[in-house]
């Protein structure tokens, strides 16, 4: 059952969000945010991070899930919502889920 | 001096790959392969992920470097540049170089 087994499998939402330099440290802020009063608090949540491009013009937000289904779920709670509603308006964001195919260390 | 601090300080170069489905297991294995023959190989490298979109449009891959100028080295190492001039031959890429602003755990 190739579905379920997948389903039980942490998954990692990777946001990327293209932004107005000048808009940067505000999309950056409000990720800070959303990620400390809101998210971290949603079940199934397991870590996140935050990225800033050096050129000004992006934002990566990583964040890994229990499984997708606690992924879904998130995406329609109500508490999470409103925080996706505000880095949408202040840039274009592409999402898509993801899971870990390759760690390595140096 | 903001600029020597920053060259100093891990930096993240995130690539995002776009893909059609039926070449994304081959750009995987291709970013594998590099990973494990050349880049872990190469001075600076600390860490990296690869990250295959559970929707077959995507792959990330995500490496840490010990500084921008370890980076910066890097694009113009002998041995890593045929590894990306392979994937770029494969999917469309966007390449950005990001600090780490925000780690959170649940």
Redesign the interface.
Known sequence: MTTLA?DNRV??L?N?FTVAPERQQQL?DL??HA??IT???VPG???????????G??V?NDAQWRS?DDFEAMLRHPAAIPHMQEAAALAQVEP???????????
């Open positions: 997948k998954v990692t990777i990327v950056v990720l800070m990620t400390e998210m971290r608090h949540f397991v870590s996140a991070h935050i990225h800033k491009s050096l050129d013009t992006r990566v997708r898509h889920v993801y899971e870990v195919v390759e760690t390595v260390h140096g």
